[in-house]
């Protein structure tokens, strides 16, 4: 991972975006349909083998995925940013994906030199799935963005 951090490293960056990650998700280690009806399995993993998996695995996967979605997302943006911040950018795209990250205004307004009083404000607005908000997302985002401005 590459990621232009100010004020620590990597690793930091994904166990920040991780500890924040795990507890929205939260531990499923059956396959279940999320609320947009996807496979889902352990901290909301979507590349899915019917079978129940262990808790050691899903963490695995968890660190796994962490890394190739803050690094997905680190090749859009061209500005250092804090381990808080890019945890929180982390947690965002594991939910919603490095395509549409590097698409939003959010990452726009980063690569435009917007304040994070700004462009952390943007993470509000990505609290909805299958078309509606969802108290959850809506939740999750707000932790985000409180983390994003510390």
Request: hydrophobic letters at 40%; glycine letters at 10%.
């Amino acid at each position: 991972m590459k990621a232009k951090v100010v004020g620590g490293g990597a690793a930091a960056v994904l166990l920040a975006a991780i500890a924040l990650i795990a507890p929205w998700e939260g531990l499923r280690t059956d396959p279940y349909q999320d609320i947009v009806g996807v496979w889902t399995v352990c901290y909301g993993e979507t590349n899915v083998e019917m079978r129940r998996y262990t808790p050691a695995e899903c963490e695995a996967m968890l660190g796994e995925s962490v890394g190739r979605y803050v690094e997905g997302v680190a090749k859009c943006i061209n500005r250092p940013l804090t381990v808080n911040q890019w945890a929180a950018i982390g947690s965002w795209t594991y939910n919603v994906g490095a395509k549409a990250a590097c698409n939003s205004t959010l990452v726009r307004q980063i690569n435009a030199g917007q304040p994070a009083s700004t462009w952390c404000r943007q993470l509000l607005r990505w609290n909805r799935a299958g078309g509606r908000e969802v108290r959850g997302l809506t939740n999750r985002r707000k932790a985000e963005f409180e983390v994003c401005l510390r």
